[in-house]
């Protein structure tokens, strides 16, 4: 398990490297992108309002609190990541279409990721799920919203993170699948058990 | 009733509500910590130091500890001499949004079909409100939890020939287990509900979710099958965030309501590791008691 920490704008070199299993801590810039994000991006075509290049998305739909003091300024209350799978559809062409190099979510995704995160150099890492309070902690600034109309969860949020982490490596750049590996191991005891527990439920009479 | 002692009772509510969202019911912090304690695995010990060092901030800055605060679900158990009664239901829909303010919550309520959000958490049939009604009884005991997206995904419930049975049975929660489990946010407590027709089962299952870890079903053969499912399905060894590590779930819970000769149905709920489930009964004078966090005053 190698430690990494990462600074964006994230060039490919420095996260050619890393392997599934390492751990990373980002320093600089992310923004949330959900399921909302993805669809304007990858099928509505969009412009883009960010420039995403070289940074981190985080599947993340946040607590947001706006200062009473100051309208348009938000801090961050709670960020956990979301379930990445429901990404999986859009991920691969929204790698390519906007150049993040980082994919921050929780639990794995599938080939399409991995085939996207290989031919555009990104890799995907798992924030531990449900440390929300862990990660708001770690927000420096919230520089802005952008697409505020899509709701708290689903808008585009911008950030400026330091030592954002533990994030850790479930597909690198040559398409290793941390979670398709423990995936097909937890399949393979599953058929173990099961006859074990077929033998406990023998109930009809 | 006066207007004051509802305002009271809405005040109680919101205050559990929000207070549920910061801080773990007792019993699954005790199983986490022990759970932590024998695990080996370093990713899978870097999850859970995350997880308390969460836990830990969330209750410093009162917060609440997970961002997905859910859909609010209340299982109320009434007194049908408890003096509120008639404002029940009401008064939960405005603690929720009284609770959206203050804790802060998420605000988690998309309508069907119009697909906006509703921003304060309340909407169509919603909080979900699960009445019993207990008779010679002036106290109402409210059991509340917040379904999250991700701990929600996995449900699914399903109406199985008899013949299929029980290993179906097995067999059906244990695939969705090893494909959905895995992003609910291990460990995961199941919840595993048995009956005749699709909603009973759907129903019991997130039941058993409210059940404190430890306690067991009354039925002998259904206790012993709840053991032999955490044995099994920890074998698995999941582990937090699906990392794989040591074991699976914090535990298995089943309820059963009896069938019809031709059907056997069941349903699968989960709860993540975050599982926010909370219980207050409170008395006819509005004095209250948190049964699942110990000695809290709200
Ligand atoms: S599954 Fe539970 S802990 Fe994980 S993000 Fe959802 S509500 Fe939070």
Not at chain 2, 129 to 137: N, S
């Given at each position: 398990m190698n430690i990494k920490h990462l600074t964006t704008p994230i060039k490919d070199e420095d996260i050619m490297d890393l392997r599934i299993g390492d751990l990373v801590y980002l320093t600089g810039r992310l923004i949330t992108g959900r399921d909302d994000v993805h669809h304007r991006v990858v099928k509505q075509h969009r412009e883009l309002p960010v420039d995403l290049n070289g940074i981190a998305v985080f599947h993340a739909g946040p607590i947001m609190k706006e200062r009473a003091d100051e309208p348009g300024k938000y801090d961050v209350i709670s960020i956990g990541p979301t379930t990445s799978m429901r990404m999986e559809n859009s991920e691969r062409d929204f790698i390519r279409e906007t150049g993040v190099k980082l994919i921050i979510g929780k639990g794995g995704m599938g080939l399409e990721t991995a085939e996207g995160c290989k031919e555009s150099i990104a890799v995907h890492g798992v924030f531990p799920g449900g440390c929300a309070v862990l990660a708001a902690e770690q927000v420096l600034d919230v520089e802005g919203v952008e697409w505020p109309e899509l709701g708290m969860p689903e808008a585009m949020w911008v950030m400026r993170v330091k030592d954002f982490g533990p994030i850790l490596i479930s597909i690198d750049t040559l398409g290793n699948n941390l979670f398709e590996d423990n995936k097909k191991k937890f399949n393979e005891v599953k058929e173990e058990v099961l006859p074990e527990l077929y033998s406990q439920v023998d109930y009809l009479k | 009733?006066?207007?004051?002692?509802?305002?009271?009772?809405?005040?109680?509510?919101?205050?559990?509500?929000?207070?549920?969202?910061?801080?773990?019911?007792?019993?699954?912090?005790?199983?986490?910590?022990?759970?932590?304690?024998?695990?080996?695995?370093?990713?899978?010990?870097?999850?859970?130091?995350?997880?308390?060092?969460?836990?830990?901030?969330?209750?410093?800055?009162?917060?609440?500890?997970?961002?997905?605060?859910?859909?609010?679900?209340?299982?109320?158990?009434?007194?049908?001499?408890?003096?509120?009664?008639?404002?029940?239901?009401?008064?939960?829909?405005?603690?929720?949004?009284?609770?959206?303010?203050?804790?802060?919550?998420?605000?988690?309520?998309v309508e069907i079909f119009d697909e906006y959000n509703t921003g304060d958490n309340t909407g169509t049939r919603i909080p979900w409100i699960d009445w019993e009604v207990l008779p010679h009884c002036d106290s109402v005991t409210i059991y509340m939890y917040m379904a999250g997206g991700g701990c929600s995904l996995p449900g699914t419930a399903k109406v199985l020939m008899p013949l299929e049975g029980y290993e179906g049975a097995m067999k059906y929660i244990l695939d969705q287990v090893t494909s959905y489990g895995v992003n609910a946010c291990p460990p995961l407590l199941l919840g595993i509900g048995i009956g005749g027709s699709v909603e009973v089962a759907a129903k019991l299952s997130k039941k058993a979710l409210l059940r404190r870890i430890g306690t067991r079903n009354k039925n002998q053969k259904a206790a012993e099958l709840e053991l032999k499912m955490e044995e099994a399905i920890n074998r698995i060894k999941i582990g937090p965030g699906g990392v794989s590590g040591n074991a699976s779930v914090m535990a298995v819970h089943i309820e059963q309501a009896g069938r019809h000769p031709s059907t056997l149905a069941v349903g699968m709920s989960t709860g993540c590791w975050a599982h926010r489930r909370a219980c207050i009964r409170i008395n006819h004078d509005l004095s209250y008691e948190l049964l699942t966090h110990k000695g809290v005053t709200l």
């Amino acid at each position: 398990m190698n430690i990494k920490h990462l600074t964006t704008p994230i060039k490919d070199e420095d996260i050619m490297d890393l392997r599934i299993g390492d751990l990373v801590y980002l320093t600089g810039r992310l923004i949330t992108g959900r399921d909302d994000v993805h669809h304007r991006v990858v099928k509505q075509h969009r412009e883009l309002p960010v420039d995403l290049n070289g940074i981190a998305v985080f599947h993340a739909g946040p607590i947001m609190k706006e200062r009473a003091d100051e309208p348009g300024k938000y801090d961050v209350i709670s960020i956990g990541p979301t379930t990445s799978m429901r990404m999986e559809n859009s991920e691969r062409d929204f790698i390519r279409e906007t150049g993040v190099k980082l994919i921050i979510g929780k639990g794995g995704m599938g080939l399409e990721t991995a085939e996207g995160c290989k031919e555009s150099i990104a890799v995907h890492g798992v924030f531990p799920g449900g440390c929300a309070v862990l990660a708001a902690e770690q927000v420096l600034d919230v520089e802005g919203v952008e697409w505020p109309e899509l709701g708290m969860p689903e808008a585009m949020w911008v950030m400026r993170v330091k030592d954002f982490g533990p994030i850790l490596i479930s597909i690198d750049t040559l398409g290793n699948n941390l979670f398709e590996d423990n995936k097909k191991k937890f399949n393979e005891v599953k058929e173990e058990v099961l006859p074990e527990l077929y033998s406990q439920v023998d109930y009809l009479k | 009733m006066t207007t004051s002692e509802k305002q009271k009772f809405i005040d109680i509510l919101a205050a559990f509500t929000g207070y549920s969202s910061k801080h773990l019911p007792d019993d699954v912090v005790e199983r986490l910590t022990l759970m932590r304690e024998k695990e080996d695995s370093p990713m899978a010990k870097l999850f859970y130091d995350a997880m308390f060092s969460d836990l830990e901030k969330a209750s410093e800055l009162d917060r609440p500890c997970c961002q997905d605060t859910g859909v609010l679900q209340y299982f109320v158990q009434v007194g049908s001499g408890f003096p509120l009664i008639d404002e029940t239901e009401d008064s939960l829909r405005e603690a929720v949004k009284k609770a959206t303010i203050e804790a802060p919550l998420r605000h988690n309520v998309v309508e069907i079909f119009d697909e906006y959000n509703t921003g304060d958490n309340t909407g169509t049939r919603i909080p979900w409100i699960d009445w019993e009604v207990l008779p010679h009884c002036d106290s109402v005991t409210i059991y509340m939890y917040m379904a999250g997206g991700g701990c929600s995904l996995p449900g699914t419930a399903k109406v199985l020939m008899p013949l299929e049975g029980y290993e179906g049975a097995m067999k059906y929660i244990l695939d969705q287990v090893t494909s959905y489990g895995v992003n609910a946010c291990p460990p995961l407590l199941l919840g595993i509900g048995i009956g005749g027709s699709v909603e009973v089962a759907a129903k019991l299952s997130k039941k058993a979710l409210l059940r404190r870890i430890g306690t067991r079903n009354k039925n002998q053969k259904a206790a012993e099958l709840e053991l032999k499912m955490e044995e099994a399905i920890n074998r698995i060894k999941i582990g937090p965030g699906g990392v794989s590590g040591n074991a699976s779930v914090m535990a298995v819970h089943i309820e059963q309501a009896g069938r019809h000769p031709s059907t056997l149905a069941v349903g699968m709920s989960t709860g993540c590791w975050a599982h926010r489930r909370a219980c207050i009964r409170i008395n006819h004078d509005l004095s209250y008691e948190l049964l699942t966090h110990k000695g809290v005053t709200l």
